[in-house]
DNA sequence: TATTGACCTTCCAGCGGCTGGAAGCTGCAT
DNA sequence: ATGCAGCTTCCAGCCGCTGGAAGGTCAATA
């Protein structure tokens, strides 16, 4: 499998496939011309790769969870461990957004947006305080 | 003003001001000795700049922002715009990481997490379809 | 056989927004 | 004189790619 295949298989930019060899998360073999030769397992472990960042791990969490998921004698509590923090950090990103976006919501309403400069927004930023005080 | 004193009133860091200088956010002036001497303005500026950053507007909305700050006939529909924008895009994030944090709950709560290899987090990242299937 | 054109290779640079560290100057207190 | 905090510049690195240049390879077509 040339790495245009395993791309198109794996819906990874070929880029990324480059990369993620760069850094030791795959090992494909070479042909005679120097190119990049993916085997089916090869293949299997981009798709991993790809369904694990999309769920928003780190390189570094691919990397151990691929390593969980290539240890036949791992414990579930691990990977658990593993995706409990992420999913605490995941809720707390959402925190600080949720906040962030009652804050904007709240100055973005106060605002007339109409062709008058005055504006609350501005005045907020400048740390008039409009919200608070 | 020198950069520690401006830095503890706008709560940046001296390399971050630095660096706003650097791409052209604040233009303090300087001392005979190469110190950088920042006025009042600069700090209120900096202020701004630190606020804004923290509801999240990208330097180049930043930028804008200071802009719009800085022109008495701006129109508020302006500022508007550009926080409405913002918003969108938390709410859209917000989103995103809401259904990321959703998937990983259903994992979670489905492995067991104990010594056992079994997972089916794994399973999942995998593409063996534990959610779908 | 020559030429497309798609595909592959490597290498280097850049994105955003800082952050760390080295090497060296200044300013003030002791 | 000494020490130390604070300032300067410059260069490199963080993450996870992404773009582009310059060139080799392969299969199909004229």
Do not use: W
């Amino acid at each position: 499998m040339n790495i245009g295949d395993v791309s198109r298989a794996s819906g990874l930019p070929a880029k990324t496939i480059r990369y993620y060899e760069d850094i030791g998360l795959v090992r494909p073999a070479r042909g005679a011309n120097g190119y990049r030769d993916f085997s089916e397992q090869d293949a299997h472990k981009l798709a991993f790769l790809g369904r694990s960042r999309s769920l928003g791990f780190t390189i570094e969490e691919c990397r151990t969870l691929m390593s969980l998921y290539e240890d036949r004698d791992r414990a579930s509590a691990d990977v658990k461990a593993l995706a409990s923090e992420h999913l605490d950090r995941i809720a707390q990103k959402i925190d600080e957004l949720q906040a962030l976006k009652s804050t904007l919501e709240t100055l973005v309403t106060r605002c007339h947006g109409d062709d008058r400069p005055d504006c609350p927004i501005l005045d907020d930023l400048a740390g008039r305080k409009a919200l608070t005080g």
